[in-house]
């Protein structure tokens, strides 16, 4: 998968696609009732609208000329009524859209959030995080505006042209055709314009994307910043970045606005147009009256028109960011469920490589030719240098990524034949870098297993040495810590998360790293608490550290993507290879 960076923009998918748009209607229609009142309730206001120049050309045809009070007092009552009845109709459409709006949104962005949950770790490698949570948040933001008004102001304002035109056609139709002299025009530059619209648009939602990507790059690291004194450096990237989105947006906004004045002018040169040619028909069919009403309803045409064509624009706009949403919900995780997957049954921990080729690119060759074979209840420790494997071999077994070939095995099945969540339930995985959510301490241990009791936490806590420093907090279990557990020690966050994989009760633990940053005198307890619960399980140590591993059942020396070397801490002693030598530089220091 290409990586992408802040400061790289996405590609840009050129066409404009109607397939976006119909996958919007499926999320429209369950509403589609709602819709349909605020729709009617609209077609009643736009009635009651557009009979006002109707009523002004009776009053100066009709009741002006006959000095009819009575029959003026009640066209302005039908006037004031018609008013009454927008008002309400408008009151009613803000709200009802408004909330129809929001519920699209919310089930949009429901879709998204869940699918992104199912993505591999593969899609998460690839980009940076906050091009990701730009297109939950905001690019779903963007389409409020669509949603909410767009799609109901269109369809009313469709309805108002034909009103418009029907009564305009009843006054006078050969003055209406002479109206629609400018429409061709109006089509030519809407055409004219609907490219360097999209493109803009576009590109405006690529540098909002990079700014959102380089914010939350900058919070992420804002310690190392910070400890760097990179604060110059680091907001001079920013008024890069952030004026660029300013450029984009200016040109957006320039190319959007470009339909405006082209729309009033063509109205403006419509109305001196048909008041030069109605005045010099008056007499001949064409009363003051009439003539007066017809300007009115010029106007009004071109309302509804601008409102179309700023609803086109809102399309075209909302176009770029629905590109990117559905891209998103199409994503297909890069590891899935075989088509015909069953579960896995409870195992009893035996894992097998057999001969696993695996690479993060396709390019890449990581691990080469690996296998060996893990019985139940072994503990497996993985030694070696920075970057040699360790990580990619463990995270292998919980199938996070799908290997290039070969074969791995649970309990003498491929682990591509079973389905993931059943797979994944039966291990204990802590990652390298323990990852602290938002909550209590007693909600983040729970995450291993959510029906476990308060009771089953604390022991599993206990088991790993964690208790003794929760305890001493002042809220004990309850304290709250924030995401990413800033508030707590790595090593504290290390025995948090050693708790975490501990109470999943797994078959197969996993432990990478776990103990790297724990006290040596808190690492011997552990180790002691550990033995009685690690029994029957097979467990995979990661450690650097070679005193954490010396009583593993076995000891596989990884380095550039092979095992080099395989047997117990004594055995390797004795080869005096490279375990040896690991052994030796550490002593010596
Ligand atoms: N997500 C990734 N995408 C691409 N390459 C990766 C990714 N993770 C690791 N690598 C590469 O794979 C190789 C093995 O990395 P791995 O994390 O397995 O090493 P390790 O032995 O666990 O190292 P360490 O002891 O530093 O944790 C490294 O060269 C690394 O650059």
Same mark, same amino acid.
């Given at each position: ?163 418009? /035109?029907? &009564?305009?056609?009843? %006054?006078?139709?050969?003055? !209406?055709?002479? +109206?629609?002299? *400018?429409?061709?025009?109006? =089509? ?103 003539? /007066?009403? &017809?300007?009115?309803? %010029?106007?009004?045409?071109? !309302?509804?028109? +601008?409102?179309? *064509?700023?609803?086109?624009? =809102? ?275």
């Amino acid at each position: 998968m290409a990586r992408n960076k802040f400061d790289v923009d996405e590609d840009l998918e050129s066409p404009f696609r109607l397939v976006h748009f119909q996958r919007l209607l499926v999320y429209i229609k369950p509403y589609k009732t709602k819709i349909l009142i605020t729709v009617l309730m609209m077609l009643l206001a736009s009635c009651a609208n557009l009979v006002g120049p109707y009523l002004i050309k009776q009053a100066i045809d009709k009741e002006i000329p006959t000095k009819d009070i009575s029959g003026l007092f009640i066209l302005a009552g039908i006037y004031i009524l018609a008013l009454i009845t927008t008002g309400i109709c408008m009151k009613f459409r803000i709200r009802m859209m408004s909330q129809t709006g929001q519920s699209i949104i919310r089930d949009i962005r429901k879709d998204l959030f869940t699918h992104l949950q199912k993505l591999s770790f593969s899609f998460y490698d690839s980009r940076p995080h906050g091009k990701i949570l730009v297109r939950v948040v905001n690019y779903v933001n963007s389409l409020s505006d669509l949603l909410s008004n767009g799609i109901i102001n269109v369809i009313t304002d469709l309805f108002s042209l034909l009103v418009i /035109v029907g &009564f305009m056609l009843s %006054i006078d139709p050969k003055l !209406t055709l002479y +109206a629609m002299a *400018g429409f061709p025009v109006l =089509a030519g530059v809407i055409l004219l314009l609907k490219n360097a619209q999209r493109k803009a648009w576009q590109i405006l939602s690529n540098k909002q994307s990079n700014m959102n990507a380089y914010i939350h790059e900058s919070i992420s690291g804002i310690k190392v910043t910070q400890a760097f004194s990179r604060e110059e450096e680091n907001a001079r990237i920013f008024s890069d970045v952030s004026g660029s989105y300013r450029s984009s947006w200016m040109r957006a906004i320039k190319v959007h606005f470009l339909l405006w004045p082209a729309i009033e002018n063509i109205s403006v040169l419509t109305v001196s147009f048909i008041y030069i040619i109605g005045v010099s028909m008056i007499g001949d069919g064409v009363t003051v009256g009439s003539l /007066v009403a &017809f300007v009115g309803y %010029i106007w009004m045409f071109w !309302t509804p028109l +601008a409102n179309i *064509g700023n609803f086109y624009n =809102a399309i075209i706009n909302a176009m770029a960011y629905l590109e990117r949403i559905f891209e998103t919900m199409d994503e297909k995780p890069a590891v899935t469920d075989a088509p015909n997957a069953k579960e896995l049954p409870a195992i009893q921990g035996r894992v097998e490589f057999k001969d696993v080729v695996f690479g993060y690119e396709e390019a890449d060759r990581i691990l080469d030719n690996v296998s060996f074979n893990v019985e139940p209840g072994d503990t497996i420790a993985l030694v070696g240098a920075t970057g040699s494997g360790k990580t990619t071999i463990v995270s292998l077994i919980s199938r996070f990524y799908d290997i290039t070939s070969g074969k791995i095995e649970i309990d003498g099945t491929d682990i591509n034949s079973v389905t993931i969540p059943s797979l994944r339930r039966q291990m204990g995985v802590m990652l390298q870098d323990p990852f602290i959510f938002s909550g209590t301490i007693m909600d983040n241990i729970r995450y291993g297993r959510l029906d476990a009791t308060d009771e089953e936490v604390i022991e599993a806590a206990k088991a790993v040495q964690a208790h003794q420093f929760i305890s001493q907090l002042k809220d004990g279990y309850q304290t709250e810590v924030n995401e990413r557990g800033t508030r707590l020690s790595t090593g504290q966050r290390q025995l948090i998360s050693f708790a975490r994989a501990l109470l999943a009760d797994p078959r197969i633990l996993i432990l990478d790293e776990a103990t790297s940053s724990i006290d040596t005198e808190t690492e011997l307890a552990l180790q002691k608490g550990l033995e009685t619960l690690l029994e029957g399980r097979t467990s995979f140590i990661i450690a650097h550290r070679l005193s954490t591993i010396q009583n593993a059942t076995r000891i596989l020396f990884i380095d550039k993507g092979r095992i080099m070397e395989e047997g117990s801490h004594q055995e390797l002693l004795q080869r005096r290879g490279y375990y040896w030598k690991l052994h030796a530089s550490q002593k010596a220091v």
